[in-house]
T-cell receptor, first 115, second 114 residues
Framework: AQSVTQPDIHITVSEGASLELRCNYS??????LFWYVQSPGQGLQLLLK??????LVQGIKGFEAEFKRSQSSFNLRKPSVHWSDAAEYFC?????????????FGAGTRLAVHP | DVKVTQSSRYLVKRTGEKVFLECVQD?????MFWYRQDPGLGLRLIYF???????EKGDIPEGYSVSREKKERFSLILESASTNQTSMYLC?????????????FGEGSRLTVL
């Protein structure tokens, strides 16, 4: 079955520390890959996406993610976390043939940032 | 900027009541979606619509219906609300055939059914 796993439900980091949020997927073929962020009281906002090409993708707010086909992973990283990054982060996958109705979301990772 | 507006941020309803959740987008998007968000479960698709009066069931359509009479408006209807429908509901939209893969979300409607 197709699925997205975010192994960490909660992560706490200190401001200025580096961050890596994990995402693994189970899919029949390489899908489109996304990371969304949900700030408190807000809807989701797209951080970055991978369709093809360079496996290291840059997004907004200083985030990047690396696609590793051999590990079926798409981990999100940021070299230095800011207090405003405290939010919930969702990894998602969609089939290459399109169809946003087929978008599958992970359960989310809630990030807390200590001053 | 794309704006997706959900008219009710917080609702409290009683079991058995009919509930309407409204969503309006201002970017002429063809596709609109209703998701349910629960802790530990991520987002699950209830219904989506790819055109006016067109709709398709998502992963968890039971207990819900939708209406899309105008392109900009997509309504989620709970015919008879139950306590297990207490949740956060998110509306989203995107353009048809676009490769951006970006869904634009509203801020959510938190529904409590007593």
């Amino acid at each position: 079955a197709q699925s997205v796993t975010q192994p960490d439900i909660h992560i706490t980091v200190s401001e200025g520390a580096s961050l890596e949020l994990r995402c693994n997927y189970s899919y029949g073929a390489t899908p489109y890959l996304f990371w969304y962020v949900q700030s408190p009281g807000q809807g989701l906002q797209l951080l970055l996406k991978y369709f093809s090409g360079d496996t290291l993708v840059q997004g907004i707010k200083g985030f990047e993610a690396e696609f590793k086909r051999s590990q079926s992973s798409f981990n999100l990283r940021k070299p230095s976390v800011h207090w405003s990054d405290a939010a919930e982060y969702f990894c998602a996958v969609a089939p290459l043939w399109g169809g946003y109705n087929k978008l599958i979301f992970g359960a989310g990772t809630r990030l807390a940032v200590h001053p | 900027d794309v704006k997706v507006t959900q008219s009710s941020r917080y609702l409290v309803k009683r079991t058995g009541e009919k509930v309407f959740l409204e969503c309006v987008q201002d970017m002429d998007h063809e596709n609109m979606f209703w998701y349910r968000q629960d802790p530990g479960l991520g987002l699950r698709l209830i219904y989506f619509s790819y055109d006016v009066k067109m709709k398709e069931k998502g992963d968890i359509p039971e207990g819900y219906s939708v209406s899309r009479e105008k392109k900009e408006r997509f309504s989620l209807i709970l015919e008879s609300a139950s306590t297990n429908q207490t949740s956060m509901y998110l509306c989203a939209s995107t353009t048809q055939g676009g490769d951006t893969g970006e869904l634009f979300f509203g801020e959510g409607s938190r529904l409590t059914v007593l």
